[in-house]
Structures are given as structure tokens and as C-alpha cells.
């Protein structure tokens, strides 16, 4: 079903640690933006983890300490897009067990009210036949198990639900402010011409942001 409001931006989350997990959630996104919405999907939309990680030791900061602040710059973007940028979201729950980070998420847009469905075809994480409750609590004790269904789902909560007014970055707590301000400048830079193709330009924001002022972190 084509969606009537093609400005709803949807932040997919779930596994990416492997290549199927990965081809999995483009294919939800996929089916997503066929259904007239916009998508957020970290691996896909993000920063390469890798790649900046190469650029920053080029530099010679130590690999801990890089990856250290480079993984605070990926959390930083990631709660900007989830908080501000982003309306709804789509849970995947499959997995061994669900994914840590994509729960993190799943409880961020729950406490700030954004429509939120979860899929899940894998049985591994089941407790007695069924999901922990604290997880599928948030989505209302159900989940669609064919990708297919998503954007019908849901494009149903949007509309029992609603779409929340903009959330004033003034009215967050103090540390989601901070990371929402520094991912809006980290998205901002990766919105600009040419970005995707500029691993030292996105490093040297990065670094801007998040590197630590210790100049022994750096290697002689």
C-alpha cells in the first residue's frame, strides 16, 4: 500500500553483523520506501565504521582510542536521527537474541511516542512460546513475521497512533541534548555534497567532536 504522506522518515533497526542480517534490513527497508516512505538505515545511510577507523590511526591516534570516540560519534548520530529526524520506527527482532543497540532503540522511541511495530521470524529468543514481555510490550504484545507486511502495519499504528509534534531539542535530558546537537553537525556533514566519498573529511569532523584533548592518546 503506497503510503499518503511520503515525508514520514522510518529509523530501521535491528542486526547488522553479518551479510544476511544486513541484506535483511534492506530488504525492510526496501519494501519500505516501495510503500512511499522515506528510511534511516545505519549501515546503509551512517558512517562506515571501518573506513574512519583507518583514516583516524592514519592520524595517529591509537586504534582503541579511536574506535573509543568513534563509536560515541556513531551513538551520537544514531540518537539524532532516532530522536529529531526520524517519526516512526521498525523493530527487527531476529536473532539469537535481539539485538542489544536495536532494544536500546526500540525503548528511545517508545518513551518519546513514535509509532512503533517490530517483525520477527526467528523462534531462538522465545521464552516458553513467547517474546520477552518487556520487549514486545512496547509494541503492543504483537509482530508481523512476513516483511511484506511492514508497511501496512505499520502505516496502522501511524494512524491509530499518530505522529508526534517535533520534539524540542531544550526539553531533552542534558546528555540526550548533547548527543542530538553533536549528531546533528555529524549529519549535517554527511548530508554534504560529495560526503559518502570523503572518509577524511567525516574523520576530521569526528575528530572535532569526539576526540578526547589528552594528547597522549595520539602515538609519537
Not at 519500505?32 to 522515506?38: I, Q, V
Not at 577507523?53 to 540518537?79: G, K, M, S
Amino acid at each position: 500500500m503506497k503510503h499518503s504522506d511520503e515525508s514520514i522518515r522510518v529509523y530501521c533497526a535491528g542486526p547488522l553483523f553479518n551479510r544476511s542480517e544486513r541484506e535483511e534490513m534492506t530488504a525492510i527497508a526496501d519494501q519500505l520506501m516501495e510503500s512511499g516512505y522515506t528510511v534511516y538505515l545505519p549501515h546503509r545511510d551512517g558512517m562506515e565504521f571501518r573506513l574512519i577507523l583507518d583514516v583516524l590511526v592514519e592520524r595517529n591516534w591509537d586504534t582503541p582510542t579511536a574506535a573509543q570516540f568513534l563509536h560515541e560519534a556513531i551513538f551520537a548520530l544514531d540518537v539524532y536521527q532516532l530522536v529529531i529526524e526520524c517519526e516512526a520506527m521498525v523493530w527487527n527482532l531476529n536473532g539469537r537474541t535481539p539485538d542489544e543497540g536495536a532494544v536500546s532503540e526500540a525503548a528511545m522511541a517508545w518513551v518519546l511516542g513514535k509509532p512503533l511495530i517490530a517483525y520477527q521470524d526467528d523462534v531462538r529468543s522465545l521464552i516458553q512460546g513467547r517474546v520477552n514481555p518487556l520487549l514486545v510490550g512496547m509494541v503492543e504484545f504483537e509482530s508481523v513475521d512476513e516483511i511484506g507486511l511492514i508497511p501496512d502495519t505499520l502505516s496502522a499504528a501511524i494512524n491509530n497512533q499518530g505522529i508526534t509534534s517535533p520534539v524540542s531539542t531544550d526539553q531533552l535530558p542534558l546528555k540526550v541534548q548533547k548527543a542530538v546537537k553533536a549528531g546533528q553537525v555529524l549529519w549535517k556533514a554527511l548530508c554534504s555534497e560529495g560526503a559518502q566519498e570523503n572518509n577524511e573529511m567525516i574523520a576530521s569532523v569526528v575528530e572535532e567532536l569526539f576526540a578526547p584533548n589528552d594528547p597522549s592518546t595520539i602515538l609519537a
